[in-house]
């Protein structure tokens, strides 16, 4: 059963019941943060139809803000995943946000930070951006997201595909 917190119209920010900031990074509590909001089952977060033009919309953007406003980090609202990347790329610097390597990325998640990776569509559709999650000593990199597919964990090929993100993380 979905949570009330997280009914209600997707373009409102939510305030989820576990908060995270700087001074309480914690893999655990970075988990905790991220499977609250019930990725995989919360219509919040389900792709669907919302412009009325028969192609149904996926929410990567409104899932890693919520997840990034519940971690204490900036990101802002009503912006798509191309908007979220450039201005990760852009502003975002001057907002504590950097840009890292996979293999930096990956020791970041491993130690509770906030790390979004993310991908620019320089053809003009839809972008894509995710949360990292920690990797528990497994290969590879691993995020939650929504998107074509929601999941609460997963590889970062199962989200991506053969696409190269780029990672952002706020420390």
């Not at 989820?16 to 609250?36: C, D, K, Y």
């Not at 890292?100 to 998640?109: D, G, K």
């Amino acid at each position: 059963m979905t949570p009330s917190w997280l009914d209600g119209d997707w373009r409102a920010p939510v305030t989820a019941p576990f908060q995270g900031n700087a001074a309480s990074r914690s893999t655990t509590l970075l988990e905790l943060i991220v499977n609250q909001h019930q990725v995989e089952t919360a219509g919040r977060y389900a792709r669907r139809d919302v412009t009325g033009d028969g192609i149904p919309e996926t929410f990567c953007n409104v899932f890693a803000r919520d997840c990034c406003r519940a971690l204490g980090v900036p990101l802002p609202e009503g912006m798509t995943a191309n908007q979220l990347v450039n201005w990760l790329s852009t502003v975002g610097r001057s907002r504590g946000w950097e840009q890292v390597e996979l293999h930096v990325a990956r020791a970041m998640v491993d130690e509770g930070q906030v790390v979004v990776p993310g991908w620019f569509n320089r053809n003009g559709g839809s972008g894509h951006i995710a949360i990292g999650k920690p990797t528990h000593g497994e290969a590879g990199f691993h995020i939650a997201q929504a998107g074509r597919t929601n999941f609460a964990r997963g590889l970062l090929a199962r989200g991506f595909g053969d696409l190269q993100p780029t990672f952002f993380a706020h420390p």
